[in-house]
């Protein structure tokens, strides 16, 4: 079994910055793939980025892109998201999530394990 934690939510004035963290235990794991989610309220869960384990490919959503940056620590099976310019309409609980085989996963079916969330309001 895995288990995925993430941490470093809060809130933040708009064009502030947060930075997530997605720590990864258990003996089976060993991803081909991170990535993270985020779901507003009424909203269906959606993409924001991932990164490969190994290579550390990245790929991000337009929405995101220029502004949010995806890495890994692969010694401390940690996944971050560093998020710059926040604007109100990020606002959302924003979860980790992981992906045993290689791919190019951007849906939430794709993904085996996720973490429970953690929530990023951004201010006007």
């Known amino acids: 079994q895995v288990q995925l934690v993430e941490s470093g939510g809060g809130l933040v004035q708009a064009g502030g910055s947060l930075r997530l963290s997605c720590a990864a235990s258990?003996?089976?794991?060993?991803?081909?793939?991170m990535g993270w989610f985020r779901q507003a309220p009424g909203k269906e869960r959606e993409f924001v980025a991932y990164?490969?384990?190994?290579?550390?490919?990245?790929y991000y959503a337009d929405s995101v892109k220029g502004r949010f940056t995806i890495s890994r620590d692969n010694a401390k099976n940690t996944m971050y998201l560093q998020m710059f310019s926040l604007k109100p309409e990020d606002t959302a609980v924003y979860y980790c999530?992981?992906?045993?085989?290689?791919?190019?996963?951007?849906?939430?079916?794709?993904?085996?394990?996720w973490g429970q969330g953690t929530q990023v309001t951004v201010s006007s």
């Open positions: 999530a992981s992906k045993r085989a290689a791919g190019s996963p951007t849906r939430t079916r794709e993904y085996d394990y």
């Open positions: 258990g003996r089976t794991f060993s991803p081909a793939v």
């Open positions: 990164i490969t384990w190994s290579g550390g490919m990245t």
